[in-house]
C-alpha cells in the first residue's frame, strides 16, 4: 500500500502551480523559453546544499565540465558514470550534484557527472556522442569496463540505455551494468501510458512532446540510438530499471524489459505502485523513494563488486 507519507509529497508537487497562484499547471508549447527554464532550475539548484560527507572536485572531460563526487572511504577503482536528466534540454553539474550524492553515499561508490551537449542547440547524435566519449575517458584513465556502472534518471536514463547499445554497437567493451530510472524508450512517445498516466505524473505536461522533438530534431525517432527499444537488445549487460505505475513513461520502461529479456539480456525490473516520474531522486523524503534508493545502491555495489 502506497505511504501516506508519499501521496502527501507527490500531491504537493503535483500541484505546484497553486505556488506560483497559477490555477492550472502549466503546458510546454511553443512558447516554452528554453532558456528561461534552465535558469530558474539553476537558481533552485544553487540554495541546494551538498552533504559534508562528499567531496566535490572539478575535472575535464575532454572538452566539457565534469566533477567527481566521491564519499568518505570510497575504493579507488570503482566509479558510476552518472548521465543527468533534465528533458534532453536541461541539467548539469550544478543540478544534479545533489541527487547524484545520494547514489554515492548509499553505495559508497563515487560518481562522475558531466555537462553532455543540450538541445535544442546541440540536437541528436550530440549527447549519445558526449556519453560515449565519457565512458571512453575514464577507460583512457585507466579504468576497467568492470569498475564502471552507468546510471541515470529521467532522459539520463534514456541516454544510459542509448550509451550501452552504442558502445555494443561500436565494438568498445561494455561496463559491469546500467541503472535506468524512467527512461523514455520509444521517442514518438506513443505508447498507451502517455495517454493514460499524464494527469497522474508530475512531468510538466506536453513536455514530452516539445522537448523530445528538440532532441530528435529532423531525424528519424526509429533511430535504434534514440529510441532504445527500436534497438537490438542482445549483448548487454545487466541492466537494472525502476518505474512507477503512475509515470508517462511506465509502458516505454516495461516494454524495454519485456524486449531485452526476450533477446537474452539480464533485466531486474522495478515497478513501484503509486510512484511517479524518476521518484528515487526524492529520496528520503518518503519511504518508497528511500527503498528504491536502498535497492538501486545494492544493485551499484553488486554490479561493482562482481
Known sequence: MQSLRSRLIIGLIRNRHLFKLRLKPEVIDESFSVEEFRKEVDEASRKAKMPKDVKVEPTAVENMYAQWLIPMGAPEGKVILYIHGGGFISG????????VSKFVLGSQRKALLFDYRLAPEHPYPAAVDDCVTAY???????????EIIICGESAGGTLTLATLIALRDQGIPLPSGGVSISPVTDLTC????????????????NSWSVWTQYYIADNDPALPWLSPQKAELSGLPPILLCVGTHEIHLDDTVNFAKKAEAQGTEIKLMVWEG?????????????????????????????LDS
Open 92 to 99: 548539469s553539474c550544478l543540478t544534479h550534484r545533489v541527487h
Open 136 to 146: 571512453r575517458w575514464l577507460l583512457q584513465e585507466g579504468y576497467s569496463p568492470s
Open 190 to 205: 506513443s505508447a498507451a501510458s502517455f495517454v493514460t498516466n499524464f494527469k497522474k505524473d508530475i512531468a510538466p505536461l
Open 275 to 303: 510512484m511517479v516520474h524518476a521518484f528515487p531522486i526524492l529520496s528520503p523524503l518518503f519511504p518508497e523513494a528511500k527503498k528504491a534508493m536502498m535497492d538501486i545502491c545494492a544493485f551499484i555495489q553488486q554490479r
